[in-house]
Structures are given as C-alpha cells and as structure tokens.
C-alpha cells in the first residue's frame, strides 16, 4: 500500500466529494447494516450511490485511496473495524509503517514538529 499524503484537510470540498462514501461508512454503526454490507458489498455500495472509484477502494480496502475520494478518518474507521482492522493499524497505513511501528511511535510521543 502506498502511505498517505501528510496533508489530508476534510474540507468542504473534500466533504462534498466524500458525501457518499462517509454515509456508506457511518451507516456500519448499525448491526443489520452490517449484516447487509457483509452479504453483499458491491450490492451495499450501489445502494449509497458510490462512485465506481469510491466502490472499488471500498471493496479492495484501498484506505489511502478512500481518503482521496473524500473520506473521513472517523467513517472510514468503521468499516475498518468490520475487518477487525484496529486506528493504529490504520495510522500505519496512512504514515507508512507497520502496526507495531506506529504503536511504538505513539507511545514514544508521536511524531515531532519543529
């Protein structure tokens, strides 16, 4: 996977072009939408009105490429738990690292500024 830009903003813009995909993503707070996107993903794609590139880095879990398209952390975060994915497995996508690493990194202090 390819690590994320450093200077993802959700703004307007961003949340304009990521309206869709944020609902899919925030509807999986709810069990039987759970079940639903689990039967069928493309199927539970189509029903949010997804573009073909948003269905396809939701069905290949292409996490940097979500938030390309427009999702937020906190949706996207979701549909990360539904593949018992953990925040720190994802902070290690989007830096670069491993899971292990980006752990160590937070417990250390995180990243530096300056």
């Known amino acids: ?20 995909l944020n609902r899919m993503c925030g509807s999986l707070k709810h069990a039987e939408n759970r079940k639903r996107f689990s ?3 493309a199927a539970y794609c189509d029903a949010y009105g997804l ?4 269905k396809q880095a939701i ?6 490429g979500m938030l390309d398209l427009g999702a937020s952390i906190f949706y996207t975060f979701k549909l990360a738990m539904m593949d018992q994915k953990s925040m720190q497995y994802l902070g290690g996508v989007f830096t670069g690292m491993t899971t ?8 250390s202090g995180g990243r530096k500024f300056g």
């Open 51 to 54: 573009s073909a590139e948003q």
């Open 100 to 107: 292990e690493e980006f752990a160590a990194a937070l417990r």
């Open 59 to 64: 069905l290949d879990r292409d996490w940097t």
């Open 39 to 41: 039967e069928d993903e």
């Open 1 to 20: 996977m390819r690590k994320a830009q450093d200077n993802y903003v959700l703004d307007l813009a961003q949340n304009r072009k990521g309206l869709a």
